[in-house]
């Protein structure tokens, strides 16, 4: 089959374009606002950008707390969801009002971090400590700005529990991390295989 966007007339009983870029890393967006409020909030349009220097990006489906507190104090943490924390991390997904802290609704502990004042993960296997370098909403084809709000961050501090750590790497088989699939669906990587990249 072959679909042209614009008219988005697939046929198929749900939109296919988030199934097929997948699986996605999940961005746990921890944020403080301007009051001292916290906000935990997952968000599957988010990645690593660079190494040099350490940039990781997300992208929020409008202006929500995260954006709003990101707006206020230039500062995020991004905690690393693993399967264990999955069912913890689904519950932040809720619509709460501004004020109420996702880390109490779901039973987590929110560590501010040693650079940033935003809160992470008490309970994640890792976590990164992230200064805003930009934020912008991005434009379609037709040069209109969407109603998205991309937000890039630098990590600045990097926090790993010693139990994550095996042979001197950050151990996946170990960790096991989620990925957003499609419509509700997940994968963990509990089978991690190794490549090593071809020499010529």
């Not at 890393?25 to 350490?54: E, M, R």
């Not at 296997?125 to 434009?139: G, I, M, N, Q």
């Not at 990097?158 to 990925?179: K, N, Q």
């Amino acid at each position: 089959m072959f679909y042209s966007t614009d008219t988005n007339a697939h046929g198929l009983s749900h939109d296919p374009f988030k199934a097929i870029v997948s699986p996605r890393p999940i961005g746990w967006i921890g944020t403080q606002a301007g009051d001292g409020s916290h906000n935990l909030a997952p968000y599957s349009f988010f990645n690593a950008i660079c190494d040099v220097p350490k940039l990781v990006m997300f992208s929020s489906g409008g202006r929500k707390d995260s954006v709003r507190n990101i707006e206020e104090t230039g500062e995020f943490t991004a905690s690393f969801v693993g399967r264990a924390l999955s069912e913890a991390m689904n519950t932040t997904s809720a619509m709460v009002p501004h004020g109420e802290s996702e880390f109490d609704l779901a039973g987590l502990t929110p560590v501010v971090g040693q650079l940033v004042a935003a809160p992470y993960v008490g309970e994640a296997f890792a976590a990164l400590e992230c200064r805003v370098t930009e934020s912008f909403r991005p434009k379609g084809l037709d040069g209109e700005m969407s109603n998205n709000y991309v937000v890039i961050g630098q990590v600045v501090g990097i926090h790993i529990r010693e139990e994550a750590i095996r042979d001197g790497r950050f151990d996946a088989g170990l960790v096991r991390p989620i990925g957003r699939m499609g419509y509700m669906d997940y994968c963990d990587a509990g089978d991690v295989f190794e490549m090593m990249r071809p020499k010529r």
